[in-house]
């Protein structure tokens, strides 16, 4: 299924078709156009209202020749559309078959039947370059369409009493005072609809309230699509913001885990090499204590060992025991038992 293609109707759109399915604007536009002079009396406004594909596809302006021969399709741009010669044949398809029901004719039948040729309009006021082709290419039919700029400072015919010249003024002065002021919709429109009181454009709508109503209404709903717009982007800053501090917070959470890990670890190795230490501490001093107290019991054992040796000499010659264990430093039954083994 190809892509679908919405066409966004702007408060110039709605301006655009509320001014210029006035007949008289109408041919004066289409003087403009075509150099041709043609009287109101000659056409007749066909309201293409009927005729809407889905709320997104509808035809600005459509006029018929009261005699038949021709109907002009007029359509409104302000951005470049490849498909506007697709979507200008619809809407001629369907004034065709307007055509057909309302003058009861028999497309089936032997007999050629004469109906009113195309002649497509677009009225381009947008910022990009649109004018480089006459012939818009709809798949593998050309359609001859006609592509005039309608911007202000293009316009060869810029009179006061010109509704075409009034309305591209109007435009103008409202993208000046949206983009280089930076005011909203409302504001911009009533400084716009001002600027052609005060200069003489559309003198006969600026103090109309039908008209004034009409802009109000336009520029509401223009106005209210900005503020979703800018909803809705703001909604989608905060998303990303969001998303982006949540990255930035994940980031910083692993790497104070991982900071908080690498800490453990390196108190743990320190906690080992100091327990280690500890216990090397500790063995050493065992150690020596171990070889202290032998070397004492050694000590003492040889001096025992001297003791009982002296008793032994002193009971060969022949001293009383008492005193013996007296002189040796050894007690009494220590030497009576020395005495005893020297008897046996």
Not at 75 to 84: A, D, G, L, R, V
Not at 154 to 174: I, P, R
Not at 322 to 335: R, S
Request: proline fraction near 1%; glycine fraction near 4%; aromatic fraction near 10%.
């Amino acid at each position: 299924m190809g892509e679908e293609t919405k066409v966004k109707h702007t408060w110039r759109d709605g301006i655009f078709r509320y001014l210029f399915k006035e007949e008289e604007n109408f041919v004066k536009m289409y003087e403009v156009f075509t150099g041709k002079k043609l009287l109101p009396g000659e056409i007749e406004f066909r309201n293409t209202d009927s005729i809407v594909m889905s709320k997104d596809l509808k035809n600005d302006i459509a006029f018929i020749m009261k005699d038949g021969n021709f109907i002009f399709l007029v359509e409104h741009q302000s951005t470049k559309c490849p498909n506007i010669g697709l979507r200008l044949l619809i809407y001629y398809g369907e004034l065709l078959k307007m055509y057909v029901k309302k003058y009861g004719l028999n497309i089936y039948g032997t007999v050629p039947i004469e109906y009113p040729k195309a002649e497509l309009y677009v009225a381009y006021n947008g910022k990009k370059p649109w004018l480089e082709d006459n012939c818009i290419v709809a798949g593998d039919v050309t359609i001859n369409v006609k592509l005039v700029d309608i911007n202000y400072d293009n316009l060869e015919v810029k009179e006061k009493d010109n509704t075409l010249s009034g309305y591209a003024y109007l435009v103008k002065q409202f993208e000046y005072y949206k983009s280089e002021e930076e005011l909203v919709s409302q504001h911009a429109v009533d400084k716009a609809i001002n600027d052609c009181r005060n200069e003489g454009y559309l003198v006969d709508y600026v103090d109309r309230e039908e008209f004034l109503t009409m802009v109000t209404e336009v520029w509401t709903i223009e106005q209210q699509a900005e503020d979703r717009e800018r909803w809705a982007r703001e909604e989608e800053r905060k998303k990303a913001e969001e998303a982006i501090w949540t990255i930035e917070q994940q980031a910083e959470d692993r790497e104070r885990w991982a900071r908080e890990e690498e800490r453990k670890k390196a108190e743990k190795a320190i906690w080992t090499i100091e327990q280690q230490a500890e216990d090397r501490e500790r063995w050493a001093r065992e150690e020596e204590r171990k070889k202290a107290e032998e070397a004492i019991w050694t000590i003492e054992q040889q001096a025992e060992e001297v003791k009982l040796e002296t008793v032994k000499r002193l009971l060969k010659m022949g001293l009383s025991h008492i005193d013996i264990a007296h002189g040796a430093g050894v007690d009494i039954d220590a030497v009576l038992k020395l005495s005893k083994e020297s008897d046996d």
